[in-house]
C-alpha cells in the first residue's frame, strides 16, 4: 500500500493561484499512476486530473488550461498546480495512487475559492 499526505490547501480569491503537494510513502515503486479528485459539498467526487508513470495526463474539461499535474518522482511527490481559480473550484481536494494492487487516498485538503 501507499500513504497519501496531501498539503497547500487554504483560501484564495478569484483568479488567484495555489499549489498542493501530495508527498506518498510506503511501496511507491507500485504506482502505476496518480492523480488528483475533489468533492464539493452535496456533490459527487470527481476527477480533476491524472498522471500516469508514462507521462500522459488526463484532466476534466472544467480545469484545463488552468490545473497542470505534475510529479517529482525524486521526492515521490505529484502536485496540482491551480491558476486563475473560480469559486466553482471550492473543494475538498483528495491525492489517489493507482498501484498493481490498490488504489490509496489521502485525507484531504480543503481548497476555498472566495472573496
Known amino acids: 500500500q501507499v500513504q497519501l499526505v496531501e498539503s497547500g490547501g487554504g483560501l484564495v480569491q478569484p483568479g488567484g493561484s495555489l499549489r498542493l503537494s501530495c508527498a506518498a510513502s510506503?511501496?511507491?515503486?507500485?504506482?502505476?499512476?496518480m492523480g488528483w479528485h475533489r468533492q464539493a459539498p452535496g456533490k459527487q467526487r470527481e476527477l480533476v486530473a491524472r498522471l500516469t508513470n508514462s507521462g500522459f495526463t488526463t484532466y476534466a474539461d472544467s480545469v484545463k488550461g488552468r490545473f497542470t499535474i505534475s510529479r517529482d518522482y525524486a521526492k515521490n511527490t505529484v502536485y496540482l498546480q491551480m491558476h486563475s481559480l473560480k469559486p466553482e473550484d471550492t473543494a475538498v481536494y483528495y491525492c489517489n495512487a493507482d498501484t498493481v494492487d490498490s488504489v490509496d487516498w489521502g485525507q484531504g485538503t480543503q481548497v476555498t475559492v472566495s472573496s
Open positions: 510506503g511501496s511507491t515503486f507500485t504506482i502505476l499512476r
